[in-house]
Each structure stands twice: as C-alpha cells, then as structure tokens.
C-alpha cells in the first residue's frame, strides 16, 4: 500500500513492540486487506492492542538452503527459525512469509515457526553418503538467536553437530544472545571452525525502539561483540542496512565503536526492499519519521536506478551512484582508519568427519 505524502489515508499508526504497521495479505490470496479510513488515535488509549507473538513448533523437510546469488559470500545456509521476532522493518525475509500463507507485514514477526528437528535433519544430511563440507551460514535469512531461541535452543543444537562434524560456520546475528554459545564457538573458532558477525544498524536507542523493536539494544551488541571477541570467536560488524537521511550519517561511528570492541572485519548492505518490504517500509517512515519520507525515498531511488529496488546483482547490496560512491568511500576509508579488513583467513573444511555414533550405520553397510 502507497502511504506517501498526498494519499487521503491517514498516517499510519505504529505498534508499540512492533515494527510492521499493517498486515498486508499474501500475494498468493485471492482476498486482500485494505485498511479503513478511520481518524488517528488521540492518546495512548486508541493505539492498537499489543500483538502477541505465537511460535509454532515444525518438522522441517530438509535443512541446509542453498544459495547461487552471485553476489553473496556463500552457498548455503541454515535458519532454525522462519518468520523473526525482532520485527525489523526492512528485513527482505518477510517476503518469503507469502510462500507458507501469512503475511510478510505482523505475521512475520508474530507468526514464528521453529524447526524443532533442525539437529537431527542436520546430522542426518551431514552424515549422508557422498557429502561435501563448504562454509554454512547460521542466519541468512532470520535471526537465529531470536527471542523463541533463549528457550528452545535450537540453533544451540546445531552448533552442537557442527561442532560434532567439525564443520565450519559463520553466525549472523543482531542478538546479544550469542554470547550464551560462545563456549562452543571457542572451541571451533581454535580450530579454524567458526566466526561470528554483528549487526548494528545504528547507536541510537530511540532509532532501535521504531526499526528494530525486539532486537538487542545496541549496548548489548557491541558486547557481544566484545564477549566473542576475548572468548577468541573471530567476530566482524555489518553496517546494515544502511538507510539514507536516517542511519548514514552513524556508519563512522558503528565501525569505531565495533572495532574497539574487537571486530577485525566489516562490511556494509544499502537498504533492500523487494517485493512487500517496499510498501512496509513507506508506512513506516510515515509512521515515525513523515516529515523525512520523501527525501529518504528520494535518496534510495537515486541509488536505485530511479526505483526504490533494483534486484540487479553486483549492485543490488551497495547501489549506483554519486551517493553511493560516497557511502562506499566513507566506510573503505574507516575501515582504513580503525584497521577493519586487514585480513581475513578462510575457514577450514578439511577437518570435517562424520562421528562414530553418526556413522555407525555407515559402517554397518561398508560406508
């Protein structure tokens, strides 16, 4: 739904704890959700009723997700979860909550399935005749240290059979939680095993509240990064997504901050919005920041061929053009400056081997 300047719909209204403001249908219905021109709240007491959030416990198919982007850095991950708490705003997973019937708006962050056999499927699929270790990625798509996870543990089970295998990861993450796991990522990280990245997207509380209302305070990130850090897990920070006219102007600011806490790599990703995020993300700078949504629209389409996304690959992280050029000065330049990206060893995948336990089958039939 369009809610730029000039549409005779009121703004709209944003939810405490939330970050979505509506809950758009999934393009894959043949109804659709339009919402009513009512007037909007006067206090506190006409804001909308706290949405409560509902994790439903899957048997998941299969779970390594491959990857054949040419522009990211792996080719396959894992995401215990699908749907996240967090309830970022622009997170370009909330289209895939279309593909299950539910919408990429609330229900993405209220409706979250956890793949309660994501260990066993994993050691299964590891143990499998014939495989090939490469690089996983814990958290691609959602947060695999979301709220739901302090008390399932569920991607805790998976370090536990990556570790097992001896099989390297990268965890990405915006939750302080991983610091409960840097046992395990110590051990593989002395190993050559494992790294973990942290998100920041920006220093300020009162930002964080509106564009990422159940993530991890910004504190709590950087000691985390911190924490990864002395426990000796190789851990890097990701300025993303950069938002124009909102977040830049703090990616100096992130990197020296991330740095002195100990991260010795970073990189950055210009704001995304495929698909529904688009219309998502309009609400919500209508919603928190109206006086300012026309120039961050403007900014981003400059970045963007004239559109608010562009899905060409090699371009689509970082954007064209002379703002772009200049945000990527900015952080090459910081990165310089504060020793970031100096270097980087690869992960090990020759150590990988199947356990006795997992393998015994094997060996029963000559594997």
């Known amino acids: ?9 009121p703004p709209p209204v944003a939810r405490k704890g939330r970050g979505a403001c509506s809950n ?9 959700r339009e919402r009513e021109p009512a007037p909007p709240p006067d206090d506190e007491a006409d804001a909308p009723a706290p949405t409560r959030t509902t994790v439903w416990m899957k048997q998941a198919r299969s779970i390594i997700s491959a990857n054949d982007s040419p522009d990211i850095p792996f080719d396959a991950s894992i995401n ?4 996240c708490e967090h309830g970022c705003i622009y997170c370009y997973a909330r289209p895939s909550h279309a593909y299950i019937g539910l919408s990429p708006g609330l229900d993405f962050e209220t409706q979250v399935q956890a793949k309660a056999n994501a260990a066993e499927l994993l050691e299964k699929t590891l143990s499998a005749r014939g495989y090939r270790p490469k690089l996983i990625v814990l958290g691609g798509n959602t947060d695999p240290y979301q709220p739901a996870e302090r008390e399932l543990g569920i991607t805790r089970s998976v370090l536990e059979v990556l570790e097992r295998f001896r099989h390297p990861v ?14 395990i990522l110590a051990r593989m990280a002395r190993q050559g095993l494992a790294r973990v990245y942290v998100s920041v997207t920006s220093l300020r509380n009162e930002t964080m509240r509106s564009l990422e209302p159940r993530a991890s305070a910004p504190a709590r990130r950087l000691a985390a990064i911190r924490g990864l850090h002395e426990a000796g897990v190789p851990v890097g920070v990701l300025v993303a997504p950069v938002i124009p006219a909102i977040t830049d102007i703090e990616m100096e600011a992130i990197l020296e901050q991330a740095a002195a806490a ?4 970073a990189a950055w990703i210009l704001l995304r919005l495929p698909r529904e995020v ?9 919603a928190h920041y109206p006086q300012r949504a026309r120039h961050v629209l403007s900014l981003l389409a400059q970045m963007r061929g004239g559109r608010l996304y562009d899905p060409e690959f090699g371009t689509r992280m970082s954007g064209t ?19 970031l990206n100096r270097e980087r060893q690869p992960l090990r995948t020759d150590l990988f081997s199947v356990p006795a336990a997992a393998g015994a089958q094997l060996d029963l039939f000559g594997g």
């Open 1 to 9: 739904m369009n809610s730029v300047p000039g549409n005779r719909l």
């Open 24 to 32: 758009e249908r999934s393009r894959f219905e043949s109804w659709r």
């Open 80 to 83: 215990p979860y699908q749907g």
């Open 170 to 183: 990268s965890v990405t993450t915006k939750s302080g939680l991983v610091l409960r796991d840097a046992d």
């Open 262 to 265: 100990g991260a010795k790599s």
């Open 278 to 286: 688009a219309g998502l993300f309009e609400e919500w700078l209508q």
């Open 321 to 339: 053009g002379v703002f772009a050029d200049l945000l990527r000065q900015r952080f090459e330049l910081a990165c310089r400056r504060h020793g």
